[in-house]
């Protein structure tokens, strides 16, 4: 059976907009992204898998429960439908607190190993979009190329495949490079 290639999505500042120091817990707290509904089409139909791999601790902390935020998510997989026709392929929510036990939080790349393992990803054709350098560290830590999203500079995240400004600027850089290797 052939490997499949994924596009990785961070939740929280890619696909929505983050609430600073708070959770989103409500569909009316959802705000999709710019540019997101664009790259979620593109991805889609150059034949990745698209999977979230976020961390929840609002879940762990009691600001939410495992069950708003399931809720949560059929919804926001019924938007993105509306919009542009597809679903996320699968999702993975990490909602351990934020301590050093943790065992799937990222940095740690344990989100991305089980979904290549479970979707029998190539992680070398695979990507992770995330908007802090914790997502980096995950995708460098489970050989998938990370691209980061936001004003960050080279230092902040080292081993990023890029670093750009916005959504629309990362899909075109997926598209670019769609173009060199087929």
Known sequence: MNRCRIVFFDRDGIVNKRIVGDYVRLPAEFVFCEGFFPLFRWVKEAGYRAIIVSNQQGVAKGIMSHEQLWSL????????Y???GYKFDDIYYCTELDTPAAQCRKPRPTMLLEALAKWNGDATQSWMIGDMPSDVEAATGAGVRAILVGDYALSDAPTAYAIVPTLAECLALLQAESKVHH
């Not at 998510?73 to 993105?80: K, L, P």
């Open 82 to 84: 509306h919009y542009t």
């Open 73 to 80: 998510t059929a919804w926001m997989q019924e938007r993105v």
